[in-house]
């Protein structure tokens, strides 16, 4: 017999930031994860990175264990066509 997990459902009333509650995305995110919120591939990810249309230190960082992060206001910014 298989258990079933217990699930909290939360009224969306009370998801506001008056009582606290915020979803916030890190500064630096995985090529996987950028990839499921934002829906680009991760192959068109790389691709952008690749053909340097994103840069290093603007839209992207490379972290000292040499893996590749989505800088999140990086590609904000790229998306707003706001390059610096």
């Known amino acids: 017999m298989t258990r079933k997990q217990p699930t909290a459902v939360v ?18 995110i995985r090529i996987g994860l950028f990839a499921a919120l934002s829906g680009y591939t991760p192959e068109e990810v790389r691709q952008k990175i690749e053909e340097n249309l994103w840069r290093q230190g603007f839209e992207y960082v490379r972290a000292p264990d040499g893996c590749l992060l989505i800088d999140v206001a990086g590609y904000k910014r790229w998306a707003r066509g706001e390059r610096r």
Not at 11 to 28: K, V
């Open 11 to 28: 009224p969306a009333e009370a998801n506001t930031p008056e009582d606290g509650i915020r979803l916030q995305c890190a500064d630096f």
